[in-house]
């Protein structure tokens, strides 16, 4: 009977075990169809004004932390971009943040999302909304997007 009970407990746990392993695996698969942000991070509205101190804030810590991946100037085109051969958006366009709140911007920076780790609780709160500020302020009012290779 005991052994009974421990075979039942062991199977129970492997059991666990192998659901809890495929789990983790299903997002990986499918991670840009599931990534979702809760509606109330999307509305959150953004306490920092984007002011000049808080723009010049933000671009020091892109300069550190993005733009390796995001380019200098937000291009997409940053060199670890290339060696992972990551397709980024052109944060110089206007288009291409349009869609996104600003509080869908901070809980990216903040969480992640895909190949790119988020800033977790590395970063303030504020250096966030700071980096979400200076990306907004790379969009340029006329661009033109360059001509596809
Ligand atoms: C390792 C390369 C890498 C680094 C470093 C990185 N990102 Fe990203 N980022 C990505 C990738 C890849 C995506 C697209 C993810 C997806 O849609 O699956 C992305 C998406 C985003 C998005 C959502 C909009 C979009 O372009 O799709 C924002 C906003 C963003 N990153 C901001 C930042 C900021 C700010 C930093 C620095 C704190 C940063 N990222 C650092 C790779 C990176």
């Known amino acids: 009977m005991r052994i009974g009970v421990r075979v039942v407990a062991a199977l129970v746990l492997l059991c666990c075990a192998v659901s809890a392993r495929q789990e983790q695996k299903a997002p990986a698969a499918g991670a840009a169809a599931e990534y979702k942000i809760p509606p109330e991070a999307s509305k959150l509205p953004n306490p920092v004004k984007a002011t000049p101190a808080s723009i010049a804030a933000g671009k020091k810590t892109y300069g550190f932390d993005c733009a390796m991946c995001h380019g200098k100037d937000g291009d997409g085109k940053g060199d670890l971009a290339a060696d992972m ?4 958006l052109d944060y110089r366009d ?3 943040l349009k869609d996104m709140t600003d509080g869908d911007l901070f809980y990216i920076i903040k ?6 780790s988020g800033e ?3 970063s303030k709160p504020d250096e966030i909304w700071n980096l979400v500020n200076y990306l907004r302020s790379l969009a340029q009012k006329n661009f033109t997007a360059p001509a596809k290779q």
């Not at 051969?85 to 980024?88: F, G, P, R």
């Not at 969480?111 to 790119?116: E, I, Q, R, S």
């Open 94 to 96: 206007p288009a291409s």
């Open 111 to 116: 969480n992640g999302k895909g190949d790119m």
């Open 85 to 88: 051969k990551l397709k980024l």
């Open 120 to 122: 977790g609780d590395r």
